[in-house]
Every structure is written in C-alpha cells, then in structure tokens.
C-alpha cells in the first residue's frame, strides 16, 4: 500500500519548532506539530545544536512518502536566534529565507500555508520580551531548483515552501481527481465561487495576488470535468487562474489539458490572432515559433498580445460554460485569467470582477 508524508513546510516548521525548544531547555528528538487541519505529525530531529545561550540550528530531513518528489531526503535546517523585543510593535516572529530557499520580487518564497504553519506552532513559544528570528535553510535547494520551472516563474536561487496541506499523499492520475473533488466539495460548503489553480504555479500566482485561499482548488490537468462538477454541486462561478500555454487549449475545446491527450497550442493562438484581425503573416510567424512563450513575446512587440490575449481569455470562458452547461445542463460563470512564465496577469475574459486582479500594462497598451 502506497505511504503517505508530508510536504517540505513540515519540515521546515518541524525543524524551527525543535531549535526553538532546545534554547528552552528542552531536548526533544521527536517534534509534534499541528497541521492546522485537526491533524498532527510527529517529525523526527536528524540534528540539534545550541550555538550561543540565543541561538540553535535544528535539521530535519524530507520524506514526502511514496510521491515522485524531488525533495525526498534532503536536509532542511532552520536557524533560530530569540533577541530582545524592543518596540511593542516588533513582530514577535520573524521569517528569513537562507541558502536554498527561493527568492522572488516580493522575498523569500515562503507562501501563505507555509507562514500559517511556522506562525502557528512558533508563536506559543516565542516569550512575550523576545522575537525569534527563524532562518529556513536548504542546502541543497539551489540544485535541486535547476530541475524545476521556478526561476521561469519568477523564483529564483532555489525553491519555494509551498502547499496548501502538511500531508503528502502518493497519488494515481484518478487519485489526483478524486482530491480535487474532495476539495471542492469542502470549498462549496461555505462559498458558490471558486477559484482553479492551474498547477503548482497557479497556486503561487493566488498567493501573490491575495486571492482566498479557502476558495482555492488544485484542478491539475481534469479541468473540464472539474467545470462539470462545480456546476453539478452547485457552484455559481469559477474562476481559471492558469499560464497561458496550459489554459488557451481550452479555447481549442480541449478540456484535458494534458500533452499526452492533444497539443494544437500555437494552432490555437495563430487562431486567434486571425480573430483578432491579424493577418496570414502574423499566423505564419505564430505558427513558425517553438514554444507558446516565444510566440506571446513575438506579439508583445509587435503591438498584438492585447487584443489576441484578450480574445482567447473571452473564448476560454465562453467555451468553459458552454461546456459546463452541456455537461451539467446547469449554468456556470466562468472567469480567466491568464499569467506568463514570471507570474504577470496578462489577459482576464468573463466575469472576473469579483477577484480584482490586476493586469500588467502590454506593450499593446504602452503603444497605443
């Protein structure tokens, strides 16, 4: 039977929990954390060490369980110094990325489930005249970041602590949907609008734009059954939060998205830009490039992405309802957005009014 574990933020907030009780005496090797879900995990300590009266390093070391996870078995270190509180205002814990753990434009790319976690099992123990200074470190987080897309989404120099669960479960194609059928359900017990993630990126894209994370529901490739299920059970709107190479099949009809099933992406954009009013020309020089990303810049600088985004994000939407109402024979808003490989929101379609998302001026927009 296939083990379950947990993903890299337990790790982390395992180690930091350990370092910070060994500089209150306690020289636990086994550390029990609350994963913020009604459940707990006991992580054992590799290594701990006081290196002064304030400050310890504690290491832990990955195990996803039977998941193809690249992290199994690296170490994960925290470093954490209690100093004094000076201001009433200092925040009694504060969270840096050391060696290995990714850097975006907004800093250290420790997400929302991540800080959630830390803060939860940190606070309690930080005492009310200091502020724990918490050092997450991956030592072999730099390499291991070569064989991820991180740094084509705008995370560098490592990887990012992200999740939305402590638990790691070994999953089938079938066993990936089923989960996100599960979390939708629970998302549709206390809200009629969604948000789909479109990958792990996705969920990166929502946590720097703000977006609920109790609306959030990881939809992988299975978007077009999903859009069935959320309407089948009830849910008003959706909104697709994905990269634009991904989501534009489905401005094609293709509701599986996965490249096993069907491709046709620069098919599908040339498409487009003949809607938009472009000529044989620039359908040609879509047509001609390697990838969606090298086509999209081609039309940055040419002055189209504006308008061709634009009109595949509105297509994305109304083939998404129109495929959910088929389905489901019941009606389903559905919203797009779509980002590019650094995270920027390029193009939104349907109503996305409820989500605020903000869009990044193109060069269209600059031109004109």
């Given at each position: 039977m296939a083990?379950?574990?947990?993903?890299?933020?337990?790790?982390?907030?395992?180690?930091?929990?350990?370092?910070?009780?060994?500089?209150?005496?306690?020289?636990?090797?086994?550390?029990?954390?609350?994963?913020?879900?009604?459940?707990?995990?006991e992580i054992a300590l590799e290594s701990i060490a006081p290196l002064d009266e304030r400050t310890a390093l504690a290491i832990t070391r990955s195990d996803p369980g039977d998941?193809?996870?690249?992290?199994?078995?690296?170490?994960?270190?925290?470093?954490?110094?209690?100093?004094?509180?000076?201001?009433?205002?200092?925040?009694?814990?504060?969270?840096?990325?050391?060696?290995?753990?990714?850097q975006t434009a907004e800093g250290p790319a420790i997400y929302r489930f991540a800080r959630s976690l830390l803060e939860h099992n940190l606070l309690p123990?930080?005492?009310?005249?200091?502020?724990?200074v918490v050092r997450l470190i991956l030592p072999e987080g730099r390499d291991l970041a070569k064989r991820t897309s991180n740094e084509a989404f705008g995370v560098l120099q490592g990887l990012s602590l992200l999740g939305t669960s402590g638990i790691s479960q070994p999953h089938t194609a079938t066993d990936q949907l089923d989960a996100s059928r599960d979390r939708l359900a629970a998302v549709l017990a206390h809200d009629r609008h969604v948000i789909f993630c479109i990958g792990s990126n996705g969920q990166q894209v929502a946590d720097r734009l703000g977006l609920p994370a109790t609306a959030l529901v990881p939809v992988g490739n299975w978007i077009g059954v999903m859009l069935v299920e959320a309407?089948?059970?009830?849910?008003?709107?959706?909104?697709?939060?994905?990269?634009?190479?991904?989501?534009?099949?489905?401005?094609?009809?293709?509701?599986?998205?996965?490249?096993?099933i069907a491709d046709g992406k620069l098919e599908i954009l040339a498409a487009a830009a003949l809607r938009s009013g472009?000529?044989?020309?620039?359908?040609?020089?879509?047509?001609?490039k390697s990838t969606v990303a090298e086509a999209v810049q081609d039309l940055q600088r040419?002055?189209?992405?504006?308008?061709?985004?634009?009109?595949?994000?509105?297509?994305?939407?109304?083939?998404?309802?129109?495929?959910?109402?088929?389905?489901?024979?019941?009606?389903l808003a559905v919203a797009v957005a779509l980002f590019d490989r650094a995270g920027n929101i390029l193009a939104t379609g349907g109503p996305c009014d409820r989500w605020s998302i903000p869009t990044i001026p193109t060069t269209d927009e600059l031109i004109n």
């Open positions: 083990r379950s574990g947990y993903t890299l933020p337990v790790f982390a907030a395992a180690a930091a929990r350990g370092a910070l009780l060994r500089l209150q005496g306690d020289r636990q090797a086994v550390v029990t954390l609350d994963l913020l879900d009604g459940q707990t995990a998941n193809l996870d690249l992290t199994r078995n690296t170490p994960v270190w925290a470093w954490v110094q209690l100093i004094d509180r000076i201001d009433r205002e200092d925040l009694p814990l504060r969270l840096e990325g050391g060696e290995g753990i990714g123990l930080v005492p009310p005249d200091r502020v724990a309407a089948l059970r009830g849910a008003e709107s959706v909104l697709l939060l994905g990269y634009h190479g991904k989501l534009l099949k489905l401005a094609g009809g293709i509701f599986n998205t996965s490249s096993h472009g000529d044989a020309t620039l359908g040609r020089s879509i047509l001609a040419l002055g189209w992405s504006q308008r061709v985004l634009g009109q595949l994000a509105a297509a994305i939407s109304e083939r998404s309802a129109a495929y959910a109402q088929k389905y489901a024979d019941r009606p």
